[in-house]
Nanobody
Framework: QVQLVESGGGLVQAGASLRLSCAAS????????MGWFRQAPGKEREFVAT????????YYAGSVKGRFTISRDNAKSTVYLQMNSLKPEDTAVYSC????????????????????WGQGTQVTVSS
């Protein structure tokens, strides 16, 4: 069973940067596409970014494209989310998730498409 543990969240001012990490254990990391999602208070969980198993392909939500970068290090079984130019509306609990792709090139943006999840890390951006 795959376990995911996020880290790197915190409280920052608008315009600052943060890098989130998500470490995986218990599975074959380079078989999984990985994604980041976020959930703000009172709102549904929403897709942020995803990366394919090799790291050669990424896809972003429009609200973060150009500001956030997803990457992965398969040797370390870790996926990252570099967040720049943070805005107060980026405040949320950020969770990483993984899924087997079985060779598909589809970029999954729905929560139901992912098989395992981390507990999340809080990101708070003050104005």
């Amino acid at each position: 069973q795959v376990q995911l543990v996020e880290s790197g969240g915190g409280l920052v001012q608008a315009g600052a940067s943060l890098r989130l990490s998500c470490a995986a254990s218990g599975g074959t990391f380079n078989l999984y596409a990985m994604g980041w999602f976020r959930q703000a208070p009172g709102k549904e969980r929403e897709f942020v970014a995803t990366i394919n198993p090799s790291g050669g392909g990424t896809y972003y939500a429009g609200s973060v494209k150009g500001r956030f970068t997803i990457s992965r290090d398969n040797a370390k079984s870790t996926v990252y989310l570099q967040m720049n130019s943070l805005k107060p509306e980026d405040t949320a609990v950020y969770s990483c998730a993984g899924r087997r792709t079985y060779g598909s090139i589809h970029y999954a943006t729905g929560t139901s498409e992912y098989n395992f999840w981390g507990q999340g890390t809080q990101v708070t951006v003050s104005s």
